[in-house]
Structures are given as structure tokens and as C-alpha cells.
């Protein structure tokens, strides 16, 4: 079975910009959540999406969104790029709303210069 | 506010012995407290979830004992191995329904020694 996937790797980025990042879920999974862990940081929650809706979003600004597609598959934006946002930005899946854990993607490794 | 608090030293522990790990928190009435493996650059891997009803949880050399008296959970490791070597988080789901997303601590990061 594939894990949770996550697209691209790695990102570099100019303040300023905008930027794309990608997550599929475990095949059944309905609910994606985002999560940021920037350096020195604990993981901090970001989106949850469920079912193709937004649900729930932690203590960010409105330049961070994103969608959920049909397939449950994910996307987060973020725009108008600031230094801060360097971070790893984590997806996970679960299912049952995770009363048996997350699955979590590797990451995409964001860098902003 | 809410805060989870781990030891933020790394823990040196000899192979074979067992690691323990705290996690404590305040101001939080969690449904769930999860433990999670990460490796450098990697994301968090589940290992055990255990519930605001429940004292005690093992998976093979992991043991999970959650107090909501003193609003601590301990991570233990049994014959440890180099191999366990990793950071290790402590994440609690507030309503159990996953809504806030998991609050995580940073980590501690442990270190096996052959």
C-alpha cells in the first residue's frame, strides 16, 4: 500500500512569491491535515481538510489555504512568500479522524531567499 | 495557554537498556496523547495511541503509560538498539476527533550508544 506522498521534495522560492505544494492520502483516507515545522520548532497545525471542505485552521495568516480534490488529494498555497515561511511542510491522512494515529508524508522542504 | 513540555536535552542511553521519555502537559484535557518517531528531514511515524481511559499501552519493546491526574505520559523503549535512535514526539488530540489537529511537543532526541 502507498504511503501519504508528497510533491515537490524540495522548493525554492523568492519572497514574495507563491507557492504550490502537493499531498495524496493513503487510498481511503478522507481527511488531509497540513502541518509546518520550521526550524527549533514543534510541528504546528495549519489546515484541515475533510471530505473536500476546509474544516478547521490553526493561528495562520489568510496567505496560507489551500483545497482538497475529489480524489482527497491536497493542495496547499502559500503566497506572498515571506523568510519565515522556510520550513518542512508536512501532510498527513487518516482515517476514522485519526482515533488510530496519522500518517504522515515525508515533506517538502520549503526555502524562501 | 497550552503547552507540552519534553525534555529538550538529548538522552544518552546504553544499548540494551530502556529509555524512558516524559511528556508533560498543561492546560489540556486531551482525548488522545500519540507518540511519533521522526528521523532527520523525514515526517513523524505513528508508533501508539493511548486514551484518556486508558493507563497502560504496549507494542512489542514500546510501553505508553498515560497519567491525566499529573497530566504526564512516559515512553518507554525496552532493549534499546542503535537503531532506535531518533526524535521522538508527544502529540495530544484535544477532542479525540481530530478538529484541532495534534498539538506536538518538540521532541526529544534520543541516542543509543553501542
Known amino acids: 500500500e502507498a504511503g501519504v506522498t508528497q510533491s515537490p521534495t524540495h522548493l525554492i522560492k523568492t519572497r514574495g512569491q507563491q507557492a504550490t505544494l502537493r499531498c495524496s492520502p493513503i487510498?481511503?483516507?478522507?481527511?488531509v491535515y497540513w502541518y509546518q515545522q520550521a526550524l527549533g520548532l514543534g510541528l504546528q497545525f495549519l489546515l484541515w481538510?475533510?471530505?473536500?471542505?476546509?474544516?478547521n485552521r490553526g493561528n495562520f495568516p489568510p496567505r496560507f489555504s489551500g483545497r482538497q480534490f475529489p480524489n482527497y488529494s491536497s493542495e496547499l498555497n502559500v503566497n506572498a512568500l515571506e523568510l519565515e515561511d522556510s520550513a518542512l511542510y508536512l501532510c498527513?491522512?487518516?482515517?476514522?479522524?485519526?482515533?488510530?494515529?496519522?500518517?504522515f508524508g515525508s515533506g517538502t522542504r520549503l526555502t524562501v531567499v | 495557554s497550552q503547552k507540552i513540555e519534553q525534555n529538550s536535552e538529548a538522552l544518552n542511553i546504553q544499548e540494551g537498556k530502556t529509555a524512558t521519555l516524559t511528556c508533560n502537559y498543561t492546560?489540556?484535557?486531551?482525548?488522545?496523547l500519540q507518540w511519533y518517531r521522526q528521523d532527520p528531514g523525514r515526517g513523524p511515524v505513528f508508533l501508539l495511541l493511548?486514551?484518556?481511559?486508558?493507563k497502560e499501552k504496549r507494542k512489542e519493546r514500546l510501553k505508553v503509560t498515560f497519567d491525566t491526574t499529573l497530566k504526564q505520559s512516559l515512553f518507554h523503549i525496552t532493549a534499546s538498539q542503535p537503531a532506535d535512535s531518533a526524535t521522538y514526539l508527544c502529540?495530544?488530540?484535544?477532542?479525540?476527533?481530530?478538529?484541532?489537529?495534534?498539538?506536538f511537543g518538540k521532541g526529544t532526541h534520543l541516542i543509543i550508544q553501542p
Open positions: 481538510y475533510d471530505e473536500g471542505e476546509e474544516r
Open positions: 492546560n489540556y484535557s486531551p482525548a488522545y
Open positions: 493511548i486514551r484518556e481511559n486508558e
Open positions: 502529540a495530544l488530540d484535544g477532542r479525540g476527533g481530530g478538529a484541532d489537529g495534534l498539538t
Open positions: 498527513a491522512s487518516s482515517w476514522d479522524r485519526g482515533q488510530y494515529g496519522y500518517t
Open positions: 487510498s481511503g483516507h478522507t481527511s
